[in-house]
């Protein structure tokens, strides 16, 4: 027997139960993980909510932990028991004490990071690689505009944009997070609650606005977003904290200058074990030389029990970097 959070109808953190369940052995390609740190992501409430439905009820959560392989199923010669490893995008159900991976969500976990890192920075991390490096490569000495800067893909992103010369420029809810931002390495922050967002960024680049945004918040920042960006900027979508964009009118995309749009998610770009390999290679060599720094506050640790206190805490907006879920604590 093992513990896990998992929900029987859709709804606010309330619904999320902590519950005995009995592991099953690992299928052929899969990997049994005994989770000693559990990563929490913003996306997990949109499922929860029912945002983002899951298949069935009753569901597991969370798609994100790091470590150690306790039992293999047949065909995987990659990893092996007693292994430390990270795993992202795997199937619902990593707010557990025991979770079964495909092996190609699996990678190894170096062994200058600890589990409480891996967890913490995979999934943001490999997020951060996509948005940076391949929706749009992002060049030295560029400026370009990165919402929820404080947030837990947000404050890695101020540090890789830092370790590639270019210059962010972070919106965050309030001056603590400012300051955050700024010293992850963002080169310039906009607090939306005193200021506007377009105007501010137009001040910032002489008014010539930047060539790509990036968005996570969603309904509230959209069109402060597209009036951020240059003749043919793009606009590139991420994420719904605020609510989902809907009801999208084209002709705007024209009328403020001829812009593109797009809505990746990680499973675009990380299909298979190779591209997952290249991603957390990266991310790995610049945590590992110091770069990225990946910091967890105290109080956004929680035990696995306390999942429900866990989505309290974030949906209120007032945490800053990652978030955890520590089973056995």
Not at 182 to 209: H, M, S
Not at 286 to 307: C, R
Request: hydrophobic residues 40%; proline residues 4%.
């Amino acid at each position: 027997m093992a513990k896990r959070i998992q929900f029987s109808a859709t709804g606010g953190p309330e619904v999320l139960q902590y519950v005995d369940f009995t592991p099953l052995d690992p299928a052929a390609g899969e990997v049994q993980i005994e989770n000693r740190a559990i990563g929490i992501n913003y996306i997990d409430t949109y499922v929860r909510s029912g945002l983002y439905a899951p298949a069935s009820l009753p569901s597991g959560l969370g798609t994100e932990a790091a470590g150690v392989v306790t039992k293999v199923g047949a065909g995987v010669d990659a990893v092996k028991p007693g292994d430390r490893v990270v795993y992202a995008q795997a199937a619902l159900g990593a707010y557990s004490e025991v979770h079964n991976v495909p092996l190609q969500k699996v990678a190894l976990l170096p062994p200058n990071l600890s589990f409480e890192q891996g967890a913490a920075s995979f999934l943001k991390g490999l997020t951060v690689h996509y948005l940076l490096r391949q929706t749009y490569d992002v060049q030295p000495g560029e400026i370009f505009l990165f919402h929820a800067a404080a947030g837990g893909v947000g404050l890695i992103a101020c540090q890789w944009a830092k370790a590639l010369g270019a210059r962010l420029i972070g919106s965050v809810g309030s001056d603590e997070k400012a300051e955050r931002a700024k010293q992850a390495g963002a080169w310039a922050t906009i607090n939306y609650r005193k200021e506007n967002i377009a105007e501010r960024v137009a001040e910032l680049t002489d008014g010539k606005k930047v060539g790509v945004v990036y968005d996570s918040v969603g309904k509230n920042t959209w069109l402060d977003s597209l009036n951020s960006l240059k003749r043919r900027g793009l606009m590139v979508s991420f994420g719904n904290a605020s609510g989902p964009v809907t009801g999208i009118d084209l002709a705007v995309l024209n009328q403020k200058g001829s812009l593109y749009v797009t809505r990746p998610s990680l499973n675009g770009y990380i299909t298979n074990r190779e591209e997952l390999q290249y991603a957390s290679n990266e991310l790995f060599s610049l945590i590992g030389s110091g770069a990225i720094k990946v910091e967890v506050h105290d109080e956004q640790i929680f035990a696995l029990g306390d999942a429900q206190r866990a989505h309290q805490v974030l949906e209120s907006r007032k945490t800053s970097g990652s978030s955890l879920l520590i089973p056995g604590r």
